[in-house]
Each structure stands twice: as C-alpha cells, then as structure tokens.
C-alpha cells in the first residue's frame, strides 16, 4: 500500500495561484493513476482532477476546469496540482490518492480509495 505526502497550500486571495505537490512512496509510482480531491467543512469529499498512469490524460471536475492543471513527474514520485484564479469556494483540505492501473473514469469516486494522506489546507480569502 502506498503512502501519500500532500503539501504547498496556504493562504492566498481571490485571484492568486498556489501549487500543490503529493510525493508518493511503497510502489510503482509509475503505475498508479493519480488523483486530487477536496473537502471543505460541512461536505463530502469531492473529486478536483486526475492523471492517467500511462499516457498521462487527464480529467477535471467541471468547476476547476480551465483554473486548474494536474500534472505528474515519475523520476520524482510526484504529482502537482497548479491552482490559477482560485476563488474562495475553492477553499478546501486537498488530498491525493492512487489507484494501480486505473482508467480515468476509475479515479473519480472518493468511495472507491482507502488509503488517504493527510492532507493540505487551502484557504482563499474573498
């Protein structure tokens, strides 16, 4: 079972970027779908985005789509999410998850992963 490390958030105003980084460790990094999710206070953990293990497609949810952008890079074990013109209904503990050899459309219930991170707080000030 994989063990995931989230960081890079913070505190930024409307408008503002941050980028977020989940380092991956205890497999294949290579062979894992990666992808981000969210919760803020009061929800349900929510899909943001996702990154195939071969081939690299991605998929987003319809609210981030066209701010966000999901990335990987495998000599580092490492995946990103760079947040553009974050709002504050952004406002969320991001976290990552994996899933070996994973279609996309695999990735995107919160239900379907056991093993989380601890996640990392996002705050977006109006």
């Known amino acids: 079972q994989v063990q995931l490390v989230e960081s890079g958030g913070g505190l930024v105003q409307a408008g503002g970027s941050l980028r977020l980084s989940c380092t991956v460790s205890?497999?294949?990094?290579?062979?894992?779908?990666m992808g981000w999710f969210r919760q803020a206070p009061g929800k349900e953990r929510e899909f943001v985005a996702a990154?195939?293990?071969?081939?690299?497609?991605?998929y987003y949810a319809d609210s981030v789509k066209g701010r966000f952008t999901i990335s990987r890079d495998n000599a580092k074990n490492t995946i990103y999410l760079q947040m553009n013109s974050l709002k504050p209904e952004d406002t969320a503990v991001y976290y990552c998850?994996?899933?070996?050899?994973?279609?996309?459309?695999?990735?995107?219930?919160?239900?379907?992963?056991?093993?989380w991170g601890q996640g990392t707080q996002v705050t977006v000030s109006s």
């Open positions: 998850a994996a899933k070996r050899f994973a279609a996309i459309a695999a990735m995107k219930n919160p239900a379907d992963f056991s093993s």
């Open positions: 205890g497999g294949t990094f290579s062979s894992y779908s």
């Open positions: 990154i195939r293990w071969s081939g690299g497609s991605t």
